[in-house]
């Protein structure tokens, strides 16, 4: 059976004509860049996500590396971030000259530590990046409290949870990434929401932001020739726009596909007592970017490889804490060995999960992970 840990191609082949043509018309209009097409799924994007303002940009990185230019933040100030997550986020903070202060996860969740951000909090803090991990939300009304009362920015690093909604206590709902001062996300293509290519897009309910984050995105102008600040080069491409115009109607069932592989999932391996399904916490819809185990006794390599040995896919997010890359030896704050991070790293595994999963290779997966644990 040939099983991927995504299917960019099988899920391309059903909107194939929409993409086709559209991809022609760019071709045959030569509006490359900043063409109408980018316009268009701009404002398609707004409105899904009930933000005013998206600024579409090249990748999910820069997206991040703007918002961070956007606050004004001066060499040395320290910005907050989880030690379990991808590299990107801690990346562009160390590469602006600010400190990125690693703190620990939550264990059920993967997500940013509440007591965690409290302790690290300093005269120094401007920020905090709370990132969506696998794709749920990370407890937003407790970290824009903590912001408020401390009068700190909150970048949301949304590269994995596009279309997940938050609950506030209130009952209003709103998406993840509109949450915060400004939200990030990426469109590379085994991302929910992926192009053909690169790409991302930083959004922001706050008109001045939405100002200043479309000039940092493009050599800090509004006006050809006039540059009012030092920006950067960052923008999305008319041909990428075109498959995220297509791709974008197709979202919310791209992540109830998603919903449904979890579900599958959480049933099959409910009465294993050495893995842990994903927690699903009460204030987010899941979208399921990953379908992460935790796998008990340090038996996660060995499930790992016997998987391999089936030829099923699987990956480690992530294997190492920020704070032991080499890369951030020097700039980090020394934070080490926070016990969910480190626990985390030896225990996650994630399965194969995508939007055109079938029942036979969910249950080809499910059974062999199952006989793996003698059930
Ligand atoms: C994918 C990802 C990014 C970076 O996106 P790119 O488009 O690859 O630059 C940033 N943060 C997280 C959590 C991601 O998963």
Redesign the pocket.
Known sequence: MNIQMVDVKSQYLKIKDQIDSGIQEVLNNTAFINGPKVKQFQEEFEAYLDVKHVIPCA???DA?QIAMMAMGLRPGDEVIVPAF??V??AEVIALLGLVPVMVDVDYDTFNISLIGIKNAITAKTKAIVP?HLFGQSADMESILKIAEDNNLFVIE?N??AIGSDYMFDDGRKAKAGTLGHIGCT?F?PS?NLGCYG?G?AIMTNDDKLGVLLHKIANHGQSVRYYHDVVGCNSRLDSIQAVVLSAKLPHLDDYCNARIQVANFYDNAFAEIDQIETPHRAHYTTHVFHQYTLKVKDGKRDDLKKYLDDQKIPSMIYYPVPLYKQEAFKDSSNGLENLAMTELLCKEVISLPIHTEMDQEQLKFISEKVMAFFNK
């Open positions: 990748n999910g990185t991040l997550t991808y990107a986020t990132v690093d590269a994995q990426s590379y991302k690169d991302g």
